[in-house]
């Protein structure tokens, strides 16, 4: 049954919450709701019941919610690193050093929780992880999967459910006010868009670094 296309939004778009208006928003019109779309680096959360959408190449996403309050969203990051400094700005999701895993995900689950929701309550689905960089001397797709599985198992935190590692990219889309994921591998990727984007992004995490550091409440 093929979902059903609205060409027009049938509603207004709900306001970002604040840290979030510079992410790219739009009308899924095969879905049907307004949708968020995520880069490299990037997070989203929501509380309106919108979608969040990224592109993965060797990057994993993490989508995560509280079920019982419907709140939730998604991240997109490289490389496992953590770094000393200076504290994080709060107020500004696209840091540099929310690109590394651990900084996107606790800045994720934070997010979260400053919203009501209840660590014990969180569920985790996770994505990507597949090698589609050339030359890199290292597999950072499972690094980054090995990462984010070893980070929950740590925290006690659920995974409910994961489409990770292979040789392809994925588009992830996510409903955090239901819970559901659908993942789809690109295996005929017309544009070197993800490789390009993560390739650079790699150069600029080996050559800025990561300042500062998120705690978990």
């Known amino acids: 049954m093929q979902p059903l296309r609205s060409q027009e939004p049938t509603t207004r778009a709900p306001v970002a ?17 307004h949708a968020a779309k995520i880069l490299p680096g990037e997070y989203y959360v929501t509380t309106s019941g919108e979608m969040v959408s990224t592109v993965l190449g060797s990057c994993v996403a993490a989508c995560v919610r509280d079920p019982e309050l419907g709140v939730g969203g ?35 689950i934070n997010a979260i929780i400053s ?12 994505f990507g992880g597949g090698s589609v960089i050339p030359g890199m001397t290292s597999d950072v797709g499972k690094k980054n999967v090995l990462f984010a599985e070893e980070y929950l198992r740590k925290e006690g935190l659920r995974l409910m459910a994961r489409d990770v590692l292979g040789p392809y990219p994925r588009k992830v889309q996510y409903f955090p006010d239901s819970g559901r994921a659908r ?16 390739e650079q992004l790699a150069d600029t995490l080996c050559r800025e670094g990561v300042h500062g550091e998120v705690d978990l409440f």
């Open 74 to 108: 998604m991240n997109h990051f490289l490389l496992p690193l953590r770094g000393g400094g200076k504290t994080l700005d709060p107020d500004d999701p696209f840091n540099v050093a929310t690109r590394y895993g651990n900084h996107a995900m606790e800045s994720l």
């Open 115 to 126: 919203l009501g929701g209840r660590r014990e309550r969180l569920e985790v689905k996770l």
């Open 183 to 198: 993942s789809k591998k690109l295996y005929q990727l017309q544009n070197r868009t993800v490789k390009q984007r993560e």
């Open 17 to 33: 919450l604040p840290g979030f208006g510079h992410v790219n928003r739009y009308w899924d019109r095969v879905h049907g709701v």
